[in-house]
């Protein structure tokens, strides 16, 4: 009876044991293709650089770096740094006697930094090696307002004296610019260097959060370019005084402690 067991269904027990072995490595080879990446989605990090536009600055609103790493197939999460410039939008540029131009009652640059920390989806997936790839974003974070003394070159003699300016013989002074003090418009003749003052550079704390829709493109896998676009509402604990009026009372109707923002970040970079 042995015998006849072993030589006839022995084959049999054979296939029997291969199924059994193959059954019990299904879900363990099953597993390790779950967990390898996806053709699209075969990197781990991305890092980008951008340059900004938006509403509350001016023709170059600012530039920013982002590192994001990927969660799964769908989610990222990601870290940026922002550095940009804002804009009052009552300024008013004037020209100077000698050609000179200057910003009226401009008494600060306002810089901010924007650090921030945030969540990407995948909305629509791009093919690997083309097409448009849509994601949308959200972040949030600190930002830190500088306010960045602006100046003024200053003729004191000819303030002093109500003649013309004689740029070789006058005293002229860069200072910055306080319309309660430099009251003669006559004898302001330029705008002074930019970071003339930036020892004196004022900190005003605040909060920022965003949300935008980003748009790649590209050919290759490891390369990065595109643009995104948004909304940003950003603000701090007292207002930005950017500019200072004659009158102490208006300095409340010209500046402003809330600034949202439309914005346009063209970027890029690229991943591993």
């Given at each position: 009876?042995?015998?006849?067991?072993?030589?006839?269904?022995?084959?049999?027990?054979?296939?029997?044991?291969?199924?059994?072995?193959?059954?019990?490595?299904?879900?363990?080879?099953?597993?390790?293709?779950?967990?390898?990446?996806?053709?699209?989605?075969?990197?781990?990090?991305?890092?980008?650089?951008?340059?900004?536009?938006?509403?509350?600055?001016?023709?170059?609103?600012?530039?920013?770096?982002?590192?994001?790493?990927?969660?799964?197939?769908?989610?990222?999460?990601?870290?940026?740094?922002?550095?940009?410039?804002?804009?009052?939008?009552?300024?008013?540029?004037?020209?100077?006697i000698v050609g000179g131009s200057y910003i009226y009652l401009k008494s600060n640059y306002a810089f901010v930094l924007r650090p921030s920390v945030g969540v990407q989806r995948v909305?629509?997936?791009?093919?690997?090696?083309?097409?448009?790839?849509?994601?949308?974003?959200?972040?949030?974070?600190?930002?830190?307002?500088?306010?960045?003394?602006?100046?003024?070159?200053?003729?004191?003699?000819?303030?002093?004296?109500?003649?013309?300016?004689?740029?070789?013989?006058?005293?002229?002074?860069?200072?910055?610019?306080?319309?309660?003090?430099?009251?003669?418009?006559?004898?302001?003749?330029?705008?002074?260097?930019?970071?003339?003052?930036?020892?004196?550079?004022?900190?005003?704390?605040?909060?920022?959060?965003?949300?935008?829709?980003?748009?790649?493109?590209?050919?290759?896998?490891?390369?990065?370019?595109?643009?995104?676009?948004?909304?940003?509402?950003?603000?701090?604990?007292?207002?930005?005084?950017?500019?200072?009026?004659?009158?102490?009372?208006?300095?409340?109707?010209?500046?402003?402690?809330?600034?949202?923002?439309?914005?346009?970040?063209?970027?890029?970079?690229?991943?591993?």
């Amino acid at each position: 009876m042995y015998f006849f067991t072993s030589r006839f269904l022995g084959p049999l027990g054979a296939v029997l044991l291969v199924a059994a072995q193959a059954q019990a490595q299904a879900p363990a080879r099953s597993k390790a293709l779950s967990a390898a990446p996806s053709d699209e989605q075969s990197y781990h990090k991305e890092f980008v650089y951008g340059v900004n536009f938006n509403t509350q600055g001016g023709l170059l609103g600012g530039v920013s770096v982002r590192s994001t790493r990927v969660l799964d197939d769908q989610m990222l999460r990601f870290w940026s740094i922002e550095g940009v410039m804002l804009k009052n939008a009552k300024e008013e540029r004037r020209n100077t006697i000698v050609g000179g131009s200057y910003i009226y009652l401009k008494s600060n640059y306002a810089f901010v930094l924007r650090p921030s920390v945030g969540v990407q989806r995948v909305l629509f997936r791009k093919a690997a090696d083309a097409g448009v790839q849509v994601n949308a974003l959200l972040s949030a974070g600190p930002s830190f307002g500088l306010l960045l003394p602006y100046y003024i070159a200053y003729d004191r003699t000819s303030a002093k004296s109500g003649t013309p300016p004689n740029l070789a013989a006058d005293e002229i002074v860069n200072e910055q610019f306080d319309p309660t003090k430099h009251t003669d418009i006559n004898s302001i003749l330029d705008r002074g260097p930019l970071f003339s003052g930036i020892s004196q550079t004022k900190v005003v704390p605040g909060f920022h959060l965003r949300g935008g829709l980003s748009f790649e493109y590209g050919r290759y896998r490891d390369a990065v370019t595109g643009m995104e676009v948004g909304v940003l509402v950003e603000g701090f604990t007292k207002r930005l005084l950017i500019l200072s009026p004659t009158i102490l009372s208006e300095k409340d109707v010209l500046n402003r402690q809330f600034f949202p923002s439309v914005y346009l970040t063209l970027y890029f970079g690229h991943r591993s």
